[in-house]
């Protein structure tokens, strides 16, 4: 526990030597690469659902435009974000994706810049880490369906 506790202040610290904009935020930024540093103990089954999800997170997308509206795009729908908003807090470096009506976090990132467009999302409660790329800025999100069943995937192939 107290390697665990020291781990997770040398994180923070690490972060605490950046800081990002809400503007910088903004965009859509499509999953480069999808990866599980900590190998839990898992039974095959449990393996099997994590290669799932770490296929599936590679092919994924953020989108947070403008007006603090966001989606996060995965073919898995428990993971799926439709419809709902981001808040960045700069001295934490983290991102926080709401549901819009109970304001409950859905997701929570912590951010950190590698180089140019590029940055390392670490996703809160679990041990993914995903590569990040910045492809466009985004004013606002236009949607097309009225609900997340109706929804067109937007992700990678």
């Known amino acids: ?25 903004s965009g859509k930024w499509i999953v480069e690469k999808a990866e599980l540093p900590v190998k839990p103990n898992m039974t095959e089954d449990q393996k099997e659902m994590m290669d799932l999800i770490l296929t599936e997170f590679s092919r994924s997308s953020f989108e947070f435009d403008s007006k603090q509206q966001a989606n996060f795009n995965i073919r898995l729908s428990d993971y799926y974000i439709y419809n709902a908003f981001w808040v ?11 549901d ?27 041990p993914f880490v995903l590569t990040v790329k910045k492809v466009s800025d985004l004013d606002e999100i236009k949607y097309s369906y009225k609900s997340k069943d109706n929804r067109k995937f937007a992700v990678n192939p």
């Open 1 to 25: 526990m107290k390697i665990l506790s020291i781990a997770f202040f040398s994180v923070l610290l690490y972060f605490s030597s950046f800081s990002q904009t809400r503007t910088e935020i």
């Open 88 to 98: 960045y807090n700069k001295e934490s470096r983290t991102i926080a994706i709401r």
């Open 100 to 126: 819009k009506k109970t304001k409950s976090v859905l997701m929570q990132l912590f951010v950190r810049p590698v180089f140019g467009n590029t940055m390392k999302f670490y996703v809160q409660d679990t």
